[in-house]
């Protein structure tokens, strides 16, 4: 997980929010189905500019494997008020989505990466994601399934492939570790993973 920022929302969104939130809330105390109110194209493509078509919570690349899913941090079953509520919505990919599904807590919320700062709660060592010293941390990573097996293996490959540019920065003449050095700062900026990625270059005091 990364710390982001919440963009402007979408005009569509400022326009309908409240109809729209009006017809769901309406639908729900009729025990009809449920319009799928949160679905406007223009939302979702605001959603996915925000995380750069990564999933807001283990920081995977969507776009080219699966159709990113727009979640809820506070679920619509239980909070249904905010089911178009701006700073309730992102976009995860379908494991996190599945793991959290109606799970949430007051008491012992999940990190989110818009009002939380990441790193304060968990610690990026290798290809884990620990929390030692946060319960909500902890918590989110249980629930998230932020070290499922596949995941860790898609982030070791990922970290193989920057400790082999970082073999090559030191290896470089000093004429030629300029080039490379933009090269891992361009893999830090735009890739997936980016706090494991920049935690391992921290350890090997790779400028960034």
């Known amino acids: 997980m990364r710390a982001l920022k919440k963009l402007p929302a979408p005009e569509v969104l400022v326009a309908n929010q409240q109809v729209w939130t ?4 309406a639908a729900k105390e009729a025990k009809a189905k449920l319009p799928n109110v949160w679905g406007h194209d223009q939302i979702r493509d605001a959603l996915e500019r925000e995380t750069d078509s990564r999933c807001a919570y283990c920081d995977s690349h969507m776009s080219q494997v699966t159709y990113a899913h727009i979640e809820h941090y506070k679920p ?24 959290k599904s109606d799970t949430f807590s007051e008491d012992l919320p999940f990190i989110t990466p818009f009002s939380d700062i990441p790193d304060d709660h968990f610690v990026f060592f290798g290809d884990l994601v620990l929390s030692p010293a946060s319960q909500r941390g902890e918590y ?5 399934g932020l070290n499922h097996e596949d995941l860790v293996a898609a982030r ?50 790779i400028p960034l």
């Open 22 to 25: 009006e017809r769901y809330l």
């Open 76 to 99: 619509r079953s239980t909070y249904p008020e905010l089911v178009v509520d701006w700073d309730n919505l992102t976009v995860a990919c379908p494991r996190c989505n599945s793991s």
């Open 140 to 144: 989110t990573i249980q629930v998230l």
């Open 156 to 205: 070791r490959r990922r970290l193989q492939s920057i400790i082999q540019l970082a073999k090559a920065w030191f290896d470089a003449p000093e004429l030629l570790k300029p080039g490379v050095l933009g090269e891992i700062r361009r893999q830090l900026d735009e890739g997936e993973y980016v706090a494991s990625v920049r935690s391992l270059l921290q350890s090997l005091k």
